[in-house]
Structures are given as structure tokens and as C-alpha cells.
Antibody, heavy 120, light 107 residues
Framework: QVQLQESGPGLAEPSGTLSLTCAVS?????????WGWVRQPPGKGLEWIGEIYDSGSTSYNPSLKSRVTISMDKSNNQFSLKMSSVTAVDTAVYYCASRDYYGSGSYNYWGQGTLVTVSS | DIQMTQSPSSLSASVGDRVTITCRASQGIRSYLAWFQQKSGTAPKPLIYAASSLQSGVPSKFSGSGSGTDFTLTISSLQPEDFATYYC?????????FGQGTRLEIK
């Protein structure tokens, strides 16, 4: 089954850019799956950030759209998240997740999550 | 955006109890509803998709029902490992949205 692993800096500067990568193993990023990002501020609920399809098309949460870019690197079987102009409210555990759009449709594979703290 | 509202926000129950959590969508989502279980410090664990289908490996003590705007997650015969936070999620339309969570605690 698909395995996902987030990586990236655990600290981001205020007004800077947060960058994370999700490595996909035991599966191809070129499949029909959709590859997404979800975040969870400390002690709070889950927020969907966006996702990318194998064609490279993307969908974003309108509340974050102006600051977010999700991209795909097929050669390395991974996808990435960039979030610009970050502030303390962007401090959260960031999860990458995958869903079989033509199967169950919901996110059935998740990475373990990585905490990103926005602070100087 | 489709708003997902869970009730209750928290729930106390005893080992062996049967509990039901409700999720209501602000507009119809057919059966595009998933449930997740999350324990402290870990990623959400998928339980149910398409409102009532069990994810692979999930015990049958978990069951889901509903369609349209009203959905339920039922957990029978609670065991210590079931005490966690539960989230519903709609994937009928973008943006994908989650309920605020229901914290299930031991009484």
C-alpha cells in the first residue's frame, strides 16, 4: 500500500515561505490518485489545504489559495507544498495524504505529519 | 463552502458502551462522507468512506450511515483504544471540509 513521508524545515520565518515535500513509496504518483495536504494547528481541528492530480491540475482551499502552491515531481515520485507570507497562525502539523479518486474517494493514506513552527 | 457540523463536540462514555456521533452538512453531499479517528500525536486514521463503507482493516464495531445532509458514526462495545477524537469529512465538492471533531472520553 502507498506510504507517504513528509519532510522539510520545522521552522519558518514570519513573512517567509514554508516548503514541504511528501515522498511517495509503494505506489506511483502518476496513478489516478489525488495527492493532498491537510494541516492541524496545535490543539485544533483539521483544515484541507489543497491537492494535485496526476495531470498536474490543482485545487486549493479558497482561504489559502493566494498563498499556496502544490506541485508534483514525477521523476522523484513526490509532491510539494509551498506557502508564502506565513505568520504564527500557520504554525501547525502538516500532513500529506492520498486518495483514490475513482475508488474510495476519500483520503485513505496519510503521512505521519510534520510540525512547522512560524517564529523568528 | 460546505460546512460540516458534528455533535456532540465531546462525549463521555464507559467501556462496553455503544455511542453515536452525528455529522450534518450545510448542503447535500450525497454519500461523499468519510470518518476518521485521531489519537493524540498521530495522523488521522481512515475508518469509513462513502458514508457507510468500512476501510480495509477497520473492525466491524464501527459503522456509518446516512446520505444527503445527515450522517452518523456508531461505535459499538467501546474499548479503551477507541477513546480518541473523531472527524467527519465531505469530499463531494471543493473545498474539502472537515467537521470540528468529537472528543470521545472515558467516563
Amino acid at each position: 500500500q502507498v506510504q507517504l513521508q513528509e519532510s522539510g524545515p520545522g521552522l519558518a520565518e514570519p513573512s517567509g515561505t514554508l516548503s514541504l515535500t511528501c515522498a511517495v513509496s509503494d505506489g506511483s504518483i502518476s496513478s489516478n490518485n489525488r495527492w493532498g495536504w491537510v494541516r492541524q494547528p496545535p490543539g485544533k481541528g483539521l483544515e484541507w489545504i489543497g491537492e494535485i492530480y496526476d495531470s498536474g491540475s490543482t485545487s486549493y482551499n479558497p482561504s489559502l489559495k493566494s498563498r499556496v502552491t502544490i506541485s508534483m515531481d514525477k521523476s522523484n515520485n513526490q509532491f510539494s507544498l509551498k506557502m508564502s507570507s506565513v505568520t504564527a497562525v500557520d504554525t501547525a502539523v502538516y500532513y500529506c495524504a492520498s486518495r483514490d479518486y475513482y475508488g474510495s474517494g476519500s483520503y485513505n493514506y496519510w503521512g505521519q505529519g510534520t510540525l512547522v513552527t512560524v517564529s523568528s | 463552502d460546505i460546512q460540516m457540523t458534528q455533535s456532540p463536540s465531546s462525549l463521555s462514555a464507559s467501556v462496553g458502551d455503544r455511542v453515536t456521533i452525528t455529522c450534518r452538512a450545510s448542503q447535500g453531499i450525497r454519500s461523499y462522507l468519510a470518518w476518521f479517528q485521531q489519537k493524540s500525536g498521530t495522523a488521522p486514521k481512515p475508518l469509513i468512506y462513502a458514508a457507510s463503507s468500512l476501510q480495509s482493516g477497520v473492525p466491524s464495531k464501527f459503522s456509518g450511515s446516512g446520505s444527503g445532509t445527515d450522517f452518523t458514526l456508531t461505535i459499538s462495545s467501546l474499548q479503551p483504544e477507541d477513546f480518541a477524537t473523531y472527524y467527519c469529512q465531505q469530499y463531494s465538492s471543493y473545498p474539502i471540509t472537515f467537521g470540528q471533531g468529537t472528543r470521545l472520553e472515558i467516563k
